[in-house]
């Protein structure tokens, strides 16, 4: 087999520390321990969903899966929590040596506090011009993640947002996301100039995932154009869209903004406990699909690389599969 893969992606497994460039997306409630430590052992790099956790839930489960692999993982932080601070000291008191920063810019003090105890720092950059700033401040890797993926995403493709980003950022290594399913996809973004990919959907279904069985065979059983974006109904009530299995839940969504618009307007709430609850339904809604199962009226959040989920498997298989994907479609290429 052809060592191009190996070096395609140096860059990416050199900053990672990985055998392969392949991450695991940060999924609220299903990166958690168990498939975490499945990535990384398998060879890639897995990255735990901080998520609304608490200082003391996340030192927990930094701890429990540094008990199931020795292998390099990362923790993803949401930049609007609001004990991100002392979330960022447990990582410090930790020695987390992988950073990923999502749900806005993070702020100089908290790039700072971050790179300061020796950690790398990845965050995600929706444009060219966002990227830059973020790699002027200070970042070390890149995520660009296109509107394919599953749960909150932004407005422009993974195709666009690649051939945006990829040939003006190269001070640092840049990781692609959103719609990847297979290996040659992986593989076509390496010679675009990528470091590796993220993938979240196709995880979803591994055998050490703990997401209810009900929500695998979700996945199992939808089509790309099943995963839907949620819509936002009023201006004031600005809503990051999700893209999730349509069901009962993406509806009730629609109801309970129109509930909560209404609420506002008669006076009987105001804006930020508007926007607060309107965020809140998210996590409650994915919860009682991941764990409880109720894939009806909870939120079945899906990319679009659904429809290529075909069967629960082992971590280490779907690792393997990527790659050798990826391997045979560069031969192909060169020959």
């Known amino acids: 087999m052809s060592d191009r893969l190996d070096h395609l992606w140096k860059r990416g497994t050199d900053y990672l520390g990985t055998k392969y460039a392949i991450l695991g997306g940060a999924m609220s409630w299903v990166s958690e321990r168990n498939l975490v430590s499945a990535i990384s052992n398998a060879g890639g790099f897995g990255v735990l969903a901080c998520g609304g956790m608490n200082t003391e839930q996340l030192a927990a489960e930094i701890d429990a899966t540094r008990a199931m692999t020795d292998k390099p993982f990362g923790v993803n932080l949401i930049n609007l929590h609001p004990d991100f601070d002392n979330l960022v000291g447990v990582c410090r008191d ?47 890797a890149i995520v660009i993640e296109g509107m394919e993926a599953g749960g909150h ?55 050490e995932c703990i997401a209810h069985e009900k929500f ?37 969504f629609m109801e309970a903004q129109r509930e909560i618009v209404a609420a506002f307007r008669s006076g009987d709430l105001d804006q930020a406990e508007g926007q607060m609850q309107i965020e809140q339904y998210w996590g409650g809604a994915l919860r009682r699909a991941v764990i409880d199962g109720d894939v ?19 971590t280490a298989d779907i690792i393997a599969e990527l790659v050798s994907q990826a391997r045979t479609y560069l031969d192909r290429s060169k020959s």
């Open 153 to 207: 995403i932004g407005p422009v493709s993974t195709s666009v947002l690649a051939q945006e980003i990829l040939p003006v950022v190269r001070d640092v290594p840049v990781f692609i996301a959103g719609g990847i399913g297979r290996g040659e996809a992986i593989a076509a973004c390496l010679e675009m100039g990528a470091a590796g990919a993220q993938l979240g959907t196709r995880f979803v279904v591994a055998e």
């Open 296 to 314: 009806e009226t909870g939120s079945v959040m899906a990319g679009q690389s659904v429809g290529m989920v075909k069967k629960i498997e082992p």
């Open 94 to 140: 930790k020695d987390v040596r992988h950073v990923v920063i999502a749900g806005g810019l993070p702020s100089g003090p908290s790039i700072a506090s971050i790179k300061d105890y020796g950690a790398k720092l990845m965050c995600f950059a929706p444009t060219v011009t966002i990227a830059k700033k973020l790699v002027r401040s200070g970042v070390d």
């Open 216 to 252: 695998k065979k979700a996945f199992i059983s939808a089509k790309a154009r099943d995963a839907i974006i949620s819509l936002q109904i009023d201006p004031k009530f600005p809503v990051i869209p999700v893209r999730a299995l349509k069901n009962v839940g993406t509806e009730k």
